[in-house]
């Protein structure tokens, strides 16, 4: 299965893709964690990249796609994977469905989370003082300044991702803010499991 999970920071994408990953046997794709291994590895696109942060710079779609590409070309990835965090843009939604398209492939399905601003503000302001408590580092986005720009910019970029999927008829949609338990009942019926 090649599955694509949309959502905002904190909507439970991370988790549900691990989840998932256990359930079907296929390996959960991070374009964070992808970008930063392709970094560490010294690839060229890595390389690309790095040079690119250095600067300041966003990573272009091109280079984020070479790494997708790079990364579901592995073996542990034959079978399918869960994509978690690309695509961010309708640009590079039809990069990736060109680039499965070129293998005689196609997504199965995408899922998003619907969430709820505030709510998630609180859930995610939540796991930084549960994470202060137990002594433990918060992450460099659970303050509630950034969680809104970054909310805001998802939301510009989700509307007409969403619309996309939508046309094609891949877009299934969950509620986020569920309990993990039941959040992933509802992403069972969309996986035929």
Do not use: H, W
């Not at 710079?57 to 079978?79: F, N, Q, T, Y």
């Not at 891949?170 to 499991?193: A, S």
Request: charged letters at 25%; a negative charge.
């Amino acid at each position: 299965m090649r599955i694509v999970l949309l959502g905002p920071a904190g909507a439970g994408k991370g988790t549900q893709a691990a989840r998932l990953a256990e359930l079907l046997g296929i390996p959960p794709l991070s374009t964070g964690d992808m970008l930063r291994a392709a970094v560490l590895a010294g690839t060229p696109v890595g390389l690309k990249a790095k040079e690119a942060m250095d600067r300041g710079d966003l990573v272009s779609d091109e280079m984020v796609v070479e790494i997708i590409s790079d990364r579901i070309g592995k073996p542990d990835a034959r079978r399918g994977f869960i994509l978690d965090g690309f695509p961010r843009t309708v640009v590079q939604a039809g990069a990736l469905d060109a680039l499965l398209a070129g293998s005689g492939l196609a997504l199965d399905a995408v899922i998003e989370f619907k969430v709820d601003e505030a709510a998630l503000l609180a859930r995610i302001m939540g796991r930084a003082r549960e994470a202060e408590a137990e002594g433990m580092p918060t992450r460099n986005d659970d303050n509630a300044e950034i969680f809104r720009t970054r909310f805001d910019a998802y939301r510009r970029q989700c509307v007409p991702l969403s619309a996309y999927y939508a046309d094609k008829g891949y877009l299934r949609v969950v509620d986020g803010l569920l309990p993990r338990d039941d959040v992933t009942r509802q992403l069972l019926p969309f996986l035929n499991c």
